[in-house]
């Protein structure tokens, strides 16, 4: 009798295409390279201590310099972070002990030191950077509201939209009110002024933003 030998048909199983050692290995690399990118971008986003000292100046002539718009655009303040806010906020905000002591003494010889705090802070790009509140109780008749925004393109830059609203001094009220051209009876009893001011500022760099009425002092340095 014919005996035959059956041999059964090899099967293929290897491993589909995107299985494979190789193709595995280079996906992998992929997400590898993905996450080191995502934890680098992190790492590398600057963190930054701002220092703010807004000053008003006291002198009359200021009132009549020049002639004051009737309405100002108020500043935007929504989203903006307040001081207050937790460590864990968007930016990581943190207070910090001022180190303009000095500099602040000298201004209020002659100005009225309104505000002056400290902070530490991430920087991101200008759109992915929210505003950081400022504002103060009212004191002397002047009540301070506005935002600074610290951001980082290739530099650094400081953002400003301040509201200062002013008991206009009896003093002057008659000239204010000829300068502005109204009857003194219709003038306010306040009037509202705007400082909207952004510039590049390099660390540890003292910059003056000037106002006739107030002023902004404002000052950075890198923290990583």
């Not at 309405?71 to 806010?85: A, H």
């Not at 910090?96 to 100005?111: C, F, G, I, R, S």
């Not at 920087?123 to 992915?128: D, E, I």
Request: net charge positive.
């Amino acid at each position: 009798m014919l005996r035959t030998h059956f041999v059964p048909k090899k099967t293929d199983i290897s491993p589909p295409p995107l299985f494979k050692k190789g193709r595995a290995l280079a996906i992998l690399s992929v997400f590898v390279g993905l996450i080191a990118v995502q934890s680098t971008a992190q790492a590398q986003t600057p963190n930054y201590t701002i220092e703010v000292i807004v000053f008003e100046n006291l002198a009359l002539k200021g009132w009549t310099e020049e002639r004051w718009p009737d309405e100002i655009e108020l500043p935007n303040t929504d989203n903006s972070v307040s001081l207050n806010t937790p460590e864990k906020s968007r930016l990581y905000l943190k207070e910090k002990n001022t180190q303009l002591t000095e500099v602040a003494d000298k201004v209020a010889k002659n100005y009225r030191i309104i505000f002056h705090q400290a902070w530490s802070q991430n920087a991101y790009s200008p759109q992915k950077t929210p505003t950081v509140l400022i504002e103060n109780d009212r004191a002397g008749g002047t009540n301070l509201l506005g935002t600074v925004k610290l951001y980082k393109t290739r530099f650094a830059h400081v953002q400003f939209d301040l509201e200062l609203e002013k008991r206009i001094p009896s003093k002057v009220r008659e000239a204010v009110a000829e300068n502005q051209q109204v009857a003194i009876e219709d003038l306010p009893q306040y009037w509202r002024f705007n400082v909207v001011e952004s510039r590049k500022i390099k660390p540890s760099e003292l910059h003056y933003i000037d106002h006739p009425l107030f002023g902004i002092l404002v000052k950075i340095h890198k923290n990583n």
